[in-house]
């Protein structure tokens, strides 16, 4: 469900027109529709009411500081894989103890401002890790609160790049590993365990594998618990999937019921670090046609946002659908979108039936709102698209256009090089 509707023959979003912020602000342009993002933040949290839980939106998906802003005001926390995100949680106003830390790579200064921001969590990924944020917090004279993100070895069913929580995956410890980790942890100095985790992958279609998991952490949390190990959080991560083209995931409703089955009655607060669901089909791109170009093999569709812009569909082959501002009827064609990058993998949509696009027309590449704007880059030195949020009749701009003199603001010529 979302606010990207035709009105008149035009794309809006809720009771804006596209092609008026296009006017105003040029192309590319990222736009997000705070009515969407208030329902589906509802969506999610409405089953959950009466479930002692904390919903920690995943940032890696959106971390625009104004809709991490709305999210902290919705109760929402944050589930961070960075300093620069933790930094970016603490600025948007959402509480310390909102905020778990995962990821495999947590550098000794990322351990120690997350220390001091007062963390739920850090979501343990090796022994190493475990043993370096005891050796941190004891330096720090403090205790860092921990849980272990365990790999169920559970096939997710979902593209292998966003697969996280099978026995090949960098991500976790696996189940007779974290049972050691734990029983080390419990006689650590400065760890505190507090809760178990696990995420199994993204933009998962089926709740089979949700409840796979959890039902093996619930077999460990028994185990555990026989051993002296007691917990406060059960960490089930993120991971629900969207509809880009076909897909019938299941609902966030039958998703949290599927869940609070399969926990049952373990008396832990359950803790969820859902993205993709919140803000993908809340956000879309808009892009300028600049030529249409006929080869013998194909027709392309130049437009003026590229993989920099967004990445999925070089890195994943991810469809995402496509809409021309002015709605058209008539001749349709077929035809590969494609960005101005040079690099092959560049484009956005393939060997698609689009309305008869030509030189001028505009776009939107929809559910753009996840893993679109976070993910873009400066390649071939193009400058990054502003981001703007629609509520009503109105419209915000979130982040700039990046300019030229962004791109070279942090660099130096060492006259060494003259
Ligand atoms: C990416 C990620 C999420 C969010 O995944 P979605 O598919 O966007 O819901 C949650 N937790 C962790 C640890 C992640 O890496």
């Known amino acids: 469900m979302h606010d990207f509707d035709y009105k008149h023959g035009k794309l809006h979003c809720a009771d804006v027109s596209l092609k008026g912020i296009a006017h105003e602000l040029g192309t590319p342009f990222y736009c997000y529709s705070l009515p969407t ?18 919903t920690c939106f995943a940032m890696k998906a959106n971390s625009s500081l104004a809709i991490l802003a709305f999210m902290a005001g919705q109760g929402l926390g944050a589930d961070v894989v960075s300093g620069g995100e933790l930094y970016r ?61 365990v790999n169920p070895d559970v096939d997710p069913k979902t593209h292998p790049y966003i697969s996280t929580g099978m026995k090949n995956n960098k991500f976790g410890i696996d189940i007779e590993g974290s049972m050691a980790q734990y029983l080390r942890a419990k006689n650590m100095e400065n760890i505190e365990i507090v809760g178990i985790d696990c995420h199994i992958g993204s933009q998962l279609t089926e709740v089979r594998p949700f409840i796979d998991a959890a039902a093996r952490l619930k077999a460990l949390i028994a185990n555990l618990a026989s051993l002296g190990v007691e917990l406060r959080y059960l960490d089930l991560g993120g991971g629900l999937g969207i509809t880009y ?20 009655n373990l008396g832990l607060k359950l803790i969820f670090e859902p993205g993709r669901v919140i803000v993908g089909n809340a956000g879309v791109l808009v892009t300028e046609v600049l030529y249409r ?93 502003p981001e703007v949020l629609v509520d009503g009749a109105e419209y915000y701009v979130l982040s700039k256009r990046q300019t030229y003199e962004d791109l070279i603001v942090a660099e130096n010529i060492p006259e060494t090089v003259r």
């Open 37 to 54: 993002l208030k329902r589906h933040v509802r969506a999610f949290e409405d089953p959950l009411a009466g479930v002692d839980h904390q």
């Open 89 to 149: 949680a603490i600025k948007a106003g959402i509480p310390g103890n909102k905020i778990v830390y995962s990821g495999v790579g947590k550098t000794t200064d990322e351990i120690d401002m997350a220390i001091h921001a007062g963390i739920m969590m850090f979501n343990i990924e090796s022994e190493q890790e475990l043993e370096v944020i005891n050796a941190r917090a004891g330096k720090l004279g403090k205790k860092a609160p921990i849980s272990i993100r």
């Open 245 to 264: 083209l076909d897909e019938e995931p299941p609902n966030p409703k039958e998703y949290c019921a599927a869940i609070i089955d399969a926990v049952g």
């Open 293 to 385: 170009k006929e080869t013998a093999a194909k027709t392309f569709i130049i437009v003026d946002a590229g993989m920099n812009d967004l990445l999925r569909p070089a890195l994943y082959g991810s469809y995402h659908d496509i809409k021309p501002l002015e709605e058209k009827n008539g001749e349709t064609i077929k035809a590969d979108v494609v960005g101005p990058i040079c690099e092959s993998s560049d484009f956005l949509a393939k060997d698609r039936d689009l309305p008869n696009l030509i030189r001028g027309d505009m776009i939107a590449v929809m559910s753009a709102g996840a893993y679109g704007f976070t993910m873009a880059s400066n390649y071939n030195s193009r400058t990054k698209p």
